[in-house]
């Protein structure tokens, strides 16, 4: 089975704090995804990465950047928390196939008061 | 750009009975990929089912099937014989597919599924 794992469930931050959010897939999938899901929106790309070291950028990337340092693991960084981040954040990966049928973690729940 | 439609914020059904949730799209392409995902309450979103668009046969998966309606750029979900483990958030999605740099998959904002004893 595929495993997609992120480093926490919940989190509770300070605005202005740095934040890292990690994630983690163990089948060599070479794509990775950070989306970020709110109520009435639905899921919203922030970021990809289709190998190690690289990124595109997603719809809303403004006020978050990505790391990819190896190919299991895809890091999505708040440079300065607000508010506004709260929010339910989503990493999924998908192998380079026809489908790509993407494969999601449990996600985190983070709250920046 | 690529636009995804659900326009049933919530749905209800009763158990054992039948429920369709409608998803339609917007694109100029003619060759992608359509999934439904359920996302059950505090618990990670998984694939349904999912549908090539150049198929013209619709796609089944036990008690869930879809009805894809390629001109009309239509992509229902229906779940038959509904159990209480169907409740669920339900997200379709679209992709261009394997072509590199189309990897995305765009979401609609979901459907809420309340199952009723």
């Known amino acids: 089975d595929v495993k997609v794992t992120q480093s926490s469930r919940y989190l509770v931050k300070r605005t202005g704090e740095k934040v890292f959010l990690e994630c983690v897939q163990d089948m060599d999938h070479e794509n990775m995804f950070w989306y970020r899901q709110d109520p009435g929106l639905g899921l919203r790309l922030i970021y990809f990465s289709y190998d190690v070291k690289m990124k595109e950028k997603g719809d809303i990337p403004e006020g978050y950047s990505v790391s990819r340092e190896k190919k299991e693991r895809f890091s999505l960084i708040l440079e300065s928390a607000s508010t506004n981040q709260t929010s339910m954040y989503l990493c999924?990966?998908?192998?380079?196939?026809?489908?790509?049928?993407?494969?999601f973690g449990p996600g985190t729940r983070l709250t920046v008061l | 750009a690529q636009t995804v439609t659900q326009s049933q914020p919530e749905m209800s059904v009763q158990e054992a009975e039948t429920v369709t949730l409608s998803c339609t799209y917007d694109?100029?392409?003619?060759?992608?990929?359509l999934f439904w995902y359920k996302q059950p309450p505090s618990r990670q979103m998984i694939l349904v089912i999912r549908q090539e668009a150049y198929k013209q046969q619709n796609a089944t998966e036990n008690r869930f099937s879809v009805n894809f309606q390629k001109a009309a750029k239509s992509f229902s979900l229906k779940i038959s014989d509904s159990q209480l483990g169907d409740a669920a958030m339900y997200f379709c999605?679209?992709?261009?597919?394997?072509?590199?740099?189309?990897?995305?998959?765009?979401f609609g904002t979901g459907t809420r599924l309340t199952i009723i004893p």
């Open positions: 694109t100029s392409e003619s060759d992608y990929y």
């Open positions: 999924a990966s998908s192998p380079r196939d026809f489908y790509n049928e993407q494969f």
């Open positions: 999605a679209y992709t261009l597919g394997a072509n590199f740099g189309n990897e995305k998959l765009t």
